[in-house]
């Protein structure tokens, strides 16, 4: 647990680092955010919260919180870039009882037909694979949005592979 605040603290300074000035006549683009909170039916049910932000147009900061109804915590601390529609990156999963993992992702979002959007992601480490597709619909443009996903986690050791379909709601700011 110690690493999420050093994370956040991270990416507060790379967030703070967006308004100094590139020269004396530019500056560099606004910091963009985007928090929210998901419910999913995997296992016993799982609830997670997250923070993104966005210090620059193509690079990405972020950390999830999750927790699992009857077993325990995890803590997410990621960084991605995105090239067109598909982001690329790199992240630290910090298990329940288990030592914290890096793990790789890959997340491709689009829209589909006026406020309705996709996006799916694969997170890969040598404890699981979390494969999760979605749609998001824009209640309020550029503010509020309502999240449908399905998520599987396919596990590395013994345990059984949750599985479960999940909804939440996102603010950007």
Known sequence: MKKLPLG??????????????MSTNAMLPLMQADAGYNYNTAKDGLHSAHIEIAPWKKFVVGAEYRHWNNNGNEADIYAKYRIGHVYVGLGNRNYINDQSKVYGLIEGKTKLVGPLGAYAGVKLSEREREYKVGLQLDLIPSSFD???????????????????FGFGLNYSF
């Not at 956040?8 to 000035?21: K, V, W």
């Not at 309502?146 to 479960?164: A, H, M, Q, R, V």
């Open 8 to 21: 956040l603290c991270t990416a507060l300074i790379c967030a703070g680092a967006s308004f100094l000035p």
């Open 146 to 164: 309502l999240d449908f996903n399905y998520t599987y986690f396919d596990k590395k050791d013994n345990e059984k592979n949750p599985k479960g």
